[in-house]
């Protein structure tokens, strides 16, 4: 029996160590967490800081962040070309034919060829195509007549 109480007593033993282990593991987690969440709060107010020093100071910068303040002139100016470069971009129509992108200016589609329509031109053409009907009765009109064949009302022009 005694030799079954040493092995007890051993395996208690190793039970306990285990336990201890993974408690301590999971405190210094928990302890390394809050370290980060603190540092990266710590990162968040000095970038509040910064950014106040450079809306403070970007007209007339100080000696020590001139150059940077410089840098951040250059990358603004960069996003403001790029930004204008998307506009552009999304001004730009489709190709009907091949779906390649076109300018809104152009007549064919350098892609295809095919011959392409403003949206002038195809408003136009839709109101033009667009049959015309008396206001009063509903009877269709010509494109030039004055007056409606089947009511004599007036057409509305």
């Known amino acids: 029996m005694a030799f ?3 092995v ?4 208690s033993k190793a039970g306990y160590s285990t336990m ?3 408690k301590d593991l999971s405190e210094i987690t ?3 967490m809050a370290v980060s969440e603190s540092e990266t709060k710590i990162n968040e107010i000095y970038s509040e800081i910064g950014y106040k020093v450079y ?6 910068p100080l000696e020590e962040v001139k150059e940077e303040i410089g840098q951040i002139r250059e990358l603004e100016e960069a996003m403001e070309a790029c930004k204008l470069q998307i506009q552009a971009i999304n001004a730009m129509n489709s190709c009907p034919r091949c779906g390649a992108k ?7 589609c350098s892609n295809c060829g095919m011959k392409l ?3 002038e031109q195809e408003t136009v053409e839709e109101e033009q195509e667009r049959p015309a009907f008396c206001s009063e009765c509903g009877a269709p009109l ?11 009302h007036k057409v509305d022009e």
């Open 4 to 6: 079954l109480d040493g």
């Open 8 to 11: 007890k007593g051993k395996i």
């Open 20 to 22: 201890q282990k993974a």
């Open 30 to 32: 928990k302890l390394n």
């Open 55 to 60: 809306c403070a100071y970007r007209e007339n």
């Open 102 to 108: 076109i300018k809104p200016e152009m007549m064919f």
């Open 117 to 119: 329509q403003s949206e």
């Open 142 to 152: 010509e494109p030039d007549m004055k007056f409606c064949t089947v009511c004599g």
